[in-house]
């Protein structure tokens, strides 16, 4: 898996695209703080790759004397996919000092703003859980997908899919997500509003950038520790899918378990 060129190479273009990632005057509101998540996709695409390519050899039928057992061989390659989630580690610190050294991030616009906005350590964390998850998803597919040609185009939809973090942003479908992007927009009052009677801690968000009225860019630190209970819980159920017969039933268990308790607590987290 290590010797795949496929994740360095997209671990390559995963940091350029953060690098890029600056305040500039005139932004959408929250644009910068918005971009440096979605920019962990392309690494999460080659680390499905190159996980999922030893999965699909698992398909061949292994002589039953076989001295290693499925679930071993199972076992096996997951551990070897191990040193990517080190790498999506690693490149999380790169993030959260790249973040130190621009300031800070922009957040708002007057009378309600920052900018000097960082991740909290339970956003920077789902970038690890992340990468949890596209290992699970590499083993699923390149398990159950019987034509190894169609793995990569079916792993570059999903996770363009992903990245389109937009699609969740209601607050009814932000716990749904698999790449959860905050802030979340939060109407407050109309466009005759006096920003300043709103509370001085709200980050502000109004017309041209609403459709008219007052919405709250809201960060909350607990909404994403659930929302990395429900990845987990994600991660869990893929590996149900791949799994031997042996064990599957654990894993879906567990899993289902984990989702269903991290939709849970976003849902009761969010206002």
């Not at 795949?4 to 005139?26: D, H, K, Q, S, Y």
């Not at 909290?120 to 290992?135: G, R």
């Not at 001085?200 to 209970?229: F, I, K, N, Y």
Request: proline share 8%; charged share 10%; net charge neutral.
């Amino acid at each position: 898996m290590l010797r795949n060129p496929v994740p360095w190479a997209c671990l390559a273009l995963t940091t350029w695209l953060m690098w890029t990632v600056r305040p500039e005057p005139g932004e959408w509101p929250g644009s910068s703080y918005e971009s440096m998540v979605p920019a962990v996709a392309s690494l999460l695409f080659g680390i499905s790759v190159a996980v999922a390519v030893p999965f699909h050899r698992a398909r061949h039928e292994v002589a039953p004397a076989a001295p290693v057992s499925e679930v071993q061989r199972a076992v096996a390659r997951l551990v070897a996919a191990l040193p990517f989630v080190g790498v999506a580690a690693a490149y999380t610190g790169l993030v959260a000092w790249r973040e130190r050294d621009l300031g800070g991030l922009w957040l708002g616009m007057e009378p309600g703003r920052t900018t000097e906005a960082f991740h909290t350590m339970a956003e920077l964390s789902q970038l690890v859980v992340l990468a949890l998850v596209a290992v699970a998803l590499g083993a699923a597919l390149g398990r159950r997908v019987s034509r190894l040609v169609a793995l990569v185009p079916a792993l570059f939809v999903l996770w363009f899919v992903v990245m389109v973090y937009w699609l969740f942003g209601n607050p009814a479908v932000t716990p749904f997500s698999v790449m959860q992007v905050q802030p979340i927009q939060l109407p407050v009052g109309p466009g005759t509003a006096d920003p300043l009677s709103f509370p001085s801690d709200w980050l502000l968000v109004g017309a041209p950038h609403t459709s008219g009225g007052w919405d709250r860019q809201w960060v909350s630190e607990a909404l994403a520790w659930w929302h990395d209970v429900w990845l987990l819980g994600l991660a869990a159920l893929l590996l149900g899918v791949a799994w031997p017969r042996r064990g599957r039933r654990v894993w879906l268990a567990v899993g289902a378990v984990l989702a269903v308790a991290g939709l849970v607590g976003q849902h009761v987290v969010i206002p």
